[in-house]
């Protein structure tokens, strides 16, 4: 009996250590993670900051703009300042400009990129290597280095001071071409295609059918990255468009910069009305993205 007794303390004995010795690492792992927590909180403060700032802002009058200290709390003026953008310059035209140019860049270069994309990754021809290499280097050029001859060929074929100079130009992009051809090679598998042809696919019908439903994650990242480029872009406008009805949101807002004042409290209230598609597009291509993650094309 004695015996036994003493068994059963001992291994009574050792679970009770084995349970002191779980539960420092615990306390660790529970205290990590209270301070990732605590880290992404402040992120996530200091990131949406501007924005907050940018309200506040634009809620002011510009006398208090420069106030010391500064307000931290929004006021009163916002739908005054929103009215006197709206009466004293053509915010919805250049609003609605910027809108077409953004929505049919963003169009053309999902499809022509997707596409190109898809046959470097998964189809064979004559030159692929080289092309893609000579691709891969036209990234490595500045942009601005091709404003002059890119203006130049605008200028002849009369699309100065038209939108479609802000559209075609940019309708294919090297860095839209590598993300979908990177993206196809990892997630298009050969099986797939192979089974697309025994159905009877042809190349178009590849591309269509098979690669784009596969393709949504990669296109919603490219979307949003494209429509916020398109959206902010100053300098190639600044260049072919020279009338004012044709100004896109940017060009507007900085010609609101005047020579001798500046209204701030009208620039922050466009400002803050030429984010909200930002912010609308954004949710939407980020909600598809999501959902294009959690969907398969091959069930093992």
């Known amino acids: 009996m004695s015996t036994e007794s003493s068994k059963v303390t001992v291994t009574r004995r050792s679970r009770d250590a084995v349970v002191l010795t779980k539960t420092p690492a615990k306390s660790s792992w529970a205290s990590g993670t209270i301070l990732i927590h605590i880290g992404m909180l402040v992120g996530s403060l200091l990131s949406l900051f501007p924005f907050y700032w940018l309200f506040v802002m634009s809620t002011a009058t510009t006398s208090d703009m420069f106030r010391f200290p500064p307000r931290f709390l929004p006021s009163d003026q916002l739908l005054v300042n929103i009215g006197k953008v709206i009466d004293h310059v053509g915010f919805f035209r250049s609003f609605g ?6 929505g049919v860049h963003t169009l053309l270069v999902l499809f022509f990129c997707s596409m190109a994309g898809f046959a470097f990754a998964k189809f064979h021809f004559p030159g692929k290597p080289f092309l893609f290499f000579f691709l ?3 990234m490595m050029v500045p942009q601005q280095l091709g404003l002059i001859p890119q203006f130049i060929i605008i200028q002849k074929l009369g699309w100065i001071n038209d939108l479609k100079a802000l559209i075609i130009p940019g309708a294919a992009s090297a860095f839209g071409i590598f993300w979908m051809r990177q993206y196809a ?4 598998h050969d099986e797939l295609i192979n089974a697309g042809r025994i159905d009877g696919c042809n190349s178009f ?5 098979v690669a784009l439903p596969v393709l949504r994650p990669a296109l919603a990242t490219l979307g949003i990255i494209t429509f916020l480029n398109a959206w902010n872009d100053y300098l ?3 260049v072919v468009i020279s009338v004012q009805n044709k100004f896109t949101i940017q060009m507007l807002i900085a010609s609101m910069n005047g020579v001798y004042s500046t209204d701030y409290s009208m620039v922050m209230a466009a400002t803050l ?3 909200v598609p930002l912010i609308i597009v954004f949710s939407i291509f980020s909600r598809q993205f999501i959902a294009g993650l959690m969907q398969g094309s091959v069930k093992d």
């Open 236 to 238: 190639w406008p600044l």
């Open 185 to 188: 090679a990892s997630v298009l």
């Open 97 to 102: 400009n910027s809108l077409i140019v953004a």
């Open 273 to 275: 009305m030429a984010t």
């Open 136 to 138: 891969l280097m036209t």
């Open 205 to 209: 019908d590849l591309y269509y059918r």
